[in-house]
């Protein structure tokens, strides 16, 4: 028999090395980033909506690890769910047999999906936007893919290829003839049609970066357009998706959008197990597999592994039992309206916008010359900063974790878990308006620290 071996242990001997085993052996650049912007904390365990330290202090998550702890960390049923599907010793991942866990989930998700009829289960967002490419181009038999400015679609290299953002892309040419569109530009994407080669216009309903919405009719105007040069509507609804902005999913909030691929990962299996989830209609997913020679022509090896499917059951039992997007949609608009009653009160406040809790908060410039000139200062130095002298104080001062919500933007954005409730948002609020107040008071701590981040700006040049 082999040594025993003792997680528990192993963390309790090694566990303080966790920033010097990633600077070794991981991403370098990574706590060295922590570091630099005292994002550096030691969580010990986390439940629901909050973290602990070592000594019983609680963080508020406002980040929900980027989406994927949508019912926050360590739900029971979710967590019951894992512990019965590992005791169950199912014969999982044979390859060539039909267990039962897949197609059951398949059938749940595809109840809120009722203009959808089959599902791809894979491991990540990027891997449901590749299924979603491929699909799309073989089913039309056409090349190009539209997408975005600004859009978020993966890193892989199929999704990087409609990735909206310059920084990702830099340096990993050549990609895939792809052709990027303004967000909400009805024009250009009935030019780009016209050339009788696009196969498909992937879209997020409220895009990521910066938190921008689609703007009110353009899924449907774009289906038609799309359907009418024989292309398809991919919906990414990786961050949107189940429930995170008030409804199932972000394309409902608009009457007759019915994209006919949507890519569905991070909340789906309550954090524990990597998924993904690409639904689509019955004759696209047919034409892909369109005999037994092509039986297997896109897979993916730990695919509707029975860790992930039992997950994702759980997921969606408890959504629906616990009427989570009914009260995603509640506290959401408690969440936004307290926000934007601060607008009147803080120059620097510029805009809140978003659904449910999908929220970004955007900051601009100020009218007074004395906080004016600070502002200018903070742009010529790299735009942005100010955004993450707001996130800084608010973890620091208020342990809230937030996240700037994209390179050189004045953005915050707020994804906190679902579960999030009416006394999260009070301690939200009563943190971020003490954090603006001293924003404005022209001086302090915070701009102490806006001082640093200019002089780190300019020696990165």
């Given at each position: 028999m082999s040594t025993e071996f003792d997680l528990g242990a192993l963390l309790a001997e090694r566990g303080a090395e966790r920033y010097e085993l990633h600077s070794k052996y991981l991403n370098p650049q990574f706590p060295r980033m922590l570091h630099t912007i005292g994002f550096d904390k030691v969580y010990e365990r986390a439940a629901g909506a909050h973290f602990y330290d070592a000594d019983g202090n609680d963080?508020?998550?406002?980040?929900?690890?980027?989406?994927?702890?949508?019912?926050?960390?360590?739900?029971?049923?979710?967590?019951?769910?894992?512990?019965?599907?590992?005791?169950?010793?199912?014969?999982?991942?044979?390859?060539?047999?039909?267990?039962?866990?897949?197609?059951?989930?398949?059938?749940?998700?595809?109840?809120h999906s009722p203009h959808l009829d089959r599902v791809f289960f894979g491991n990540s967002g990027t891997e449901a936007v590749e299924t979603a490419l491929k699909f799309a181009r073989y089913a039309t038999g056409k090349p190009r893919v539209l997408y975005c400015d600004h859009a978020f679609h993966g890193l892989t290299t199929g999704s990087l290829s409609v990735n909206g953002e310059g920084g990702f892309r830099d340096g990993f040419a050549p990609l895939l003839p792809d052709t990027a569109l303004p967000l909400g530009d009805l024009d250009a994407l009935a030019r780009e049609l016209t050339k009788g080669d696009v196969a498909a216009l992937i879209v997020e309903p409220i895009q990521g970066k910066g938190v921008h919405e689609a703007p009110p009719g353009y899924l449907r105007a774009a289906q038609d357009l799309l359907h009418r040069h024989k292309a398809l509507l991919i919906a990414d609804e990786v961050q949107t998706g189940l429930g995170r902005t008030g409804d199932f999913y972000a394309y409902q909030h608009e009457d007759g959008v019915e994209p006919d691929l949507v890519c569905v990962s991070k909340a789906l299996s309550g954090g524990y197990v990597p998924v993904s989830a690409t639904l689509g209609r019955d004759w696209i997913f047919k034409k892909v597999y369109s005999s037994m020679d092509r039986v297997l022509v896109h897979s993916a090896s730990f695919g509707s592994n029975a860790q992930a499917m039992a997950c994702g059951l759980a997921v969606l039992s408890v959504m629906e039992d616990d009427q989570i997007v009914a009260g995603v949609r509640a506290t959401g608009e408690l969440l936004k309206s307290r926000l934007t009653a601060l607008i009147e009160k803080y120059e620097l406040l510029a805009d809140v916008r978003g659904r449910g809790l999908m929220i970004g908060i955007e900051f601009g410039r100020p009218s007074s010359l004395k906080l004016r000139s600070r502002w200018t200062m903070l742009q010529a130095a790299r735009k942005g900063l100010f955004a993450q002298m707001v996130v800084v104080p608010l973890l620091q001062r208020h342990r809230i974790l937030t996240q700037v919500s994209g390179d050189h933007l004045e953005v915050i954005k707020l994804i906190p878990p679902l579960v999030f409730d009416a006394a999260d948002v009070d301690r939200f609020v009563d943190a971020f308006t003490a954090v603006m107040d001293d924003a404005h008071s022209g001086g302090g701590l915070m701009w102490d620290f806006g001082k640093t981040l200019i002089k780190q700006a300019v020696a990165g040049r």
């Open positions: 963080y508020l998550d406002m980040l929900a690890g980027f989406g994927v702890m949508g019912l926050g960390r360590h739900h029971p049923v979710v967590r019951k769910a894992l512990h019965d599907v590992l005791d169950l010793d199912l014969a999982d991942l044979t390859r060539f047999d039909c267990q039962p866990l897949p197609g059951l989930l398949a059938e749940r998700l595809l109840v």
